[in-house]
């Protein structure tokens, strides 16, 4: 089958750093996203990785081990703004490269 | 470049009807995406079109159905409306291709059933 587990609500303070964790169980893997969606608005994309190790993106970063279907988000310097869900989906190869999405990571930013 | 637009934004119905939501993609992509999304439950995948096909298909009912036209812009259909119906619906685009991967999401239908 297949499965993706995150945490559902995370706390964290202005100015620190947050990792937002995403397991996976799927056959056919093709790479992880990470999208971020602020409340009342559409995702927007922040990162995919399809080989292991950490992709760095300013503030952001998203890391990949595909031997033990696991993928974090780095989050640092936080901001008020970054205050968001924050959804991981993984493509798969088999299905016409479907995405299958978690149910996505609540993140509160405390000043 | 003009980004995923969808209308109606809002919409209420009662059960029993049905409703048509519409999304035109970025110009150039030629895959649309439809998602249900409500509280707690993340992104459900409704289904896939790509060059007027239905590529890929969650699970969800017969109720729910789509079609793509000519110029990428698509449809989705729900007849027989259900109070769970309630949620947003979601499309995202993409140039589809294997070596793209970013889907581009539209602001959604606000879909409330009473």
């Known amino acids: 089958g297949q499965n993706i587990d995150q945490p559902t609500e995370m706390t964290a303070t202005e100015g620190a750093i947050v990792q937002i964790n995403c397991t996976y169980q799927t056959s056919g893997f093709n790479g992880l996203f990470w999208y971020q969606q602020h409340a009342g608005e559409a995702p927007t994309f922040l990162s995919y990785n399809v080989l292991d190790g950490l992709e760095e993106k300013g503030r952001f970063s998203s890391f990949l081990s595909r031997s033990k279907g696991y993928s974090y988000l780095l989050l640092k310097e936080l901001q008020m703004k970054d205050s968001a869900s924050y959804l991981c989906a993984v493509r798969k190869r088999d299905s016409n490269y479907q995405l299958i999405w978690g149910a996505g990571t609540k993140l509160i930013i405390k000043p | 470049k003009a980004g995923v637009t969808q209308t109606p934004r809002y919409l209420i119905k009662t059960r029993g009807q049905q409703v048509t939501l519409s999304c035109s993609p970025i110009?150039?992509?030629?895959?649309v995406s439809w998602y249900q999304q409500t509280p707690g439950q993340g992104l459900q995948f409704l289904f896939e079109y790509f060059s007027e096909t239905q590529r890929n298909k969650g699970n969800f009912p017969g109720r729910f159905s789509g079609r793509q036209f000519s110029n990428s812009r698509s449809e989705m259909n729900v007849s027989t409306l259900e109070l769970g119906d309630s949620a947003l619906y979601l499309c995202a685009s993409s140039l589809a291709s294997t070596n793209s991967y970013e889907q581009y999401f539209g602001p959604g239908t606000r879909l409330t059933v009473t």
């Open positions: 110009s150039g992509h030629r895959s």
